[in-house]
């Protein structure tokens, strides 16, 4: 079976990040992850992350753990829905911001129907 994954590849340096933007189909589920690297990568620390679709008004929020290289899976519910999805990260350390918060972006797009 093929890998169904679609990642979007973040690399953060210190206070500078660089995506490659994706774009999602609607209903596309289980299969978006962030493949985020750290440089500078400071141990014990966490990343607070806000998912944010545009057109469904509603925050989504993880923490975790960071390593030096991280996935991060994206939350179905903002894959139901076609429009910009806006990431909000801040890594942080004993509720210390280490790092600016930066925001990244990626596009749901409305799935058309096959005509038969």
């Known amino acids: ?59 989504y929020v993880k923490k975790t753990e960071l390593q030096e290289k991280n996935i991060i899976k994206i939350p179905n519910e903002v894959l139901q829905i076609a429009g910009t999805v806006f990431i909000r990260l801040t890594q942080e350390k004993n509720e210390s911001i280490l790092q600016a918060t930066e925001e990244i972006y990626f596009y749901v797009v409305k799935k058309k129907a096959m005509k038969t």
Do not use: A, C
């Open 1 to 59: 079976m093929e890998n169904l994954h679609k990642n979007i590849k973040v690399l953060w340096k210190k206070n500078n990040i660089s995506f490659e933007r994706g774009i999602y189909l609607e209903g596309d589920l289980n299969i978006g992850n962030l493949e985020l690297e750290i440089v500078e990568y400071i141990p014990e620390s966490q990343l607070n992350i806000t998912f944010y679709n545009e057109n469904e008004k509603k925050l």
